[in-house]
């Protein structure tokens, strides 16, 4: 069993910056697959970045690429997503998920289904 615990989020004016902070514990694995997914009012829960925790390859949803980066430490079992330029859609509570992935394509890593482990989330909102 994996634990996953996510920080950072937080009230946040349009056209500013926030880190979400993942920390991971318990039966993890280096070939483990670490998402962050996030859910807004009313809505389903949607994918927003991957990476696996060896090699470091990472995956994006095209509308968040270029403003969401999406990084790990390995030594402290921990990781991160960097939000910038954030709009008020980005309103959303934010998951951190883990998965023992054996296909890295898009339909399983957007599908929620795919990991097995998810944190408590972390509410971020954006003020226009």
């Known amino acids: 069993q994996v634990q996953l615990v996510e920080s950072g989020g937080g009230l946040v004016q349009a056209g500013g910056s926030l880190r979400l902070s993942c920390a991971a514990s318990?039966?993890?694995?280096?070939?483990?697959?670490m998402a962050w997914f996030r859910q807004g009012p009313g809505k389903e829960r949607e994918f927003v970045a991957a990476i696996k925790w060896s090699g470091g390859d990472t995956y994006y949803l095209a509308s968040m690429k270029g403003r969401f980066t999406i990084s790990r430490d390995n030594a402290k079992n921990t990781v991160y997503l960097q939000m910038n330029s954030l709009k008020p859609e980005d309103t959303a509570v934010y998951y951190c998920a883990a998965g023992d992935l054996t296909l890295w394509t898009r339909v399983v890593l957007t599908t929620t289904s795919s990991f097995r482990s998810w944190g408590q989330g972390t509410q971020v909102t954006v003020s226009s």
């Open positions: 318990g039966r993890t694995s280096s070939t483990f697959t």
